[in-house]
């Protein structure tokens, strides 16, 4: 797996203080490390002022939430996201008529392939990467279509002191081009001439938090800059495996009218495409972020 030994069990576990209790929502953990349902609020009406912090809370606290049983609009998913900064305009997705903002997800039988199959930070490859996605989810498989989310943070921690020392100012490539180019002719959209690539930290620091979290993923990292190709390679290879551990994550079980709100700058996840030949259906709205740093 990441090279884990029997002393380093503490190190996996990630236990925090108790913080003060939430006034207007309420929270269920999925996993001690990353995850939880908030309930008490419909995200379809007017929210207070406390609510709103109450949510940001939640999200820097438990670095993906999840809300069941809302039925909002396309209007109102969009406000939400605003409600976090300005909106994130995909380089390369379908989107709803009229609103560049609202993403398509679509899978169904015909489908060549389902939205993020494999492990990803979204969108990594632009030079200020989402600060998050909300995934609203309106149609569901029977069975399966779960996605599966986790923590940076940990995965940072539970690298050796030596490992840590090593990629210390190591910056890497992102490149968008490999994964967009071609992706969406289903949907009958061209390929653009050109799409976005970004070198970042391969640790980056969290705006919000001060935590450190591990900035590489399989599905835009390219390479690390200035070693050797099969340096970069093997280390890229190592840093891949550790972060897909299954200890530093959580698995959602989706339900019709469910929503998700990641943390994209200390998140990476991974959507199950196990219920072909069903359909899963819905619209993500994406929140602009800062240069990784």
Not at 52 to 67: K, W
Not at 130 to 150: E, H, N, V
């Amino acid at each position: 797996m990441s090279g884990m030994r029997g002393n380093q069990g503490p190190r996996y576990r990630h236990a925090t203080d108790e913080s003060a209790p939430y006034e207007t929502i309420a929270l269920d953990k999925l996993t001690p490390i990353i995850g939880a349902e908030v309930t008490g609020v419909d995200l379809s009406k007017p929210m207070s002022n406390r609510t709103q912090d109450e949510i940001h809370r939640a999200l820097a606290e438990n670095l993906v939430i999840f809300f069941r049983d809302q039925h909002i609009s396309p209007q109102q998913h969009l406000a939400f996201g605003r409600m976090f900064g300005d909106l994130h305009i995909h380089p390369a997705a379908p989107h709803e008529d009229g609103e560049p903002a609202l993403m398509k997800i679509y899978a169904d039988k015909d489908s060549p392939r389902a939205n993020g199959e494999g492990w990803h930070s979204d969108v990594s490859c632009d030079a200020e990467p989402p600060m998050g996605s909300i995934l609203y989810i309106k149609q569901c498989p029977p069975k399966g279509g779960d996605t599966l989310f986790a923590n940076m943070y940990a995965a940072y921690e539970a690298l050796s002191d030596r490992m840590k020392a090593y990629l210390d100012g190591l910056t890497a490539f992102h490149d968008g081009a490999d994964v967009y180019r071609g992706l969406y002719a289903n949907y009958g959209i061209a390929d653009k001439p050109a799409y976005p690539s970004a070198e970042h930290p391969m640790v980056r620091t969290h705006p919000v938090t001060g935590k450190k979290a591990l900035y590489v993923n399989r599905g835009f990292t390219r390479r690390i800059i200035g070693i050797p190709r099969d340096e970069s390679d093997a280390i890229l290879a190592y840093l891949y495996q550790h972060a897909e551990n299954p200890l530093f994550q959580c698995r959602f079980r989706w339900t019709e009218n469910a929503i998700a709100f990641w943390d994209n700058r200390c998140v990476q996840h991974r959507a199950m495409w196990d219920y072909w030949p069903h359909t899963r259906s819905g619209n993500r709205v994406t929140v602009k972020g800062d240069r990784p740093v």
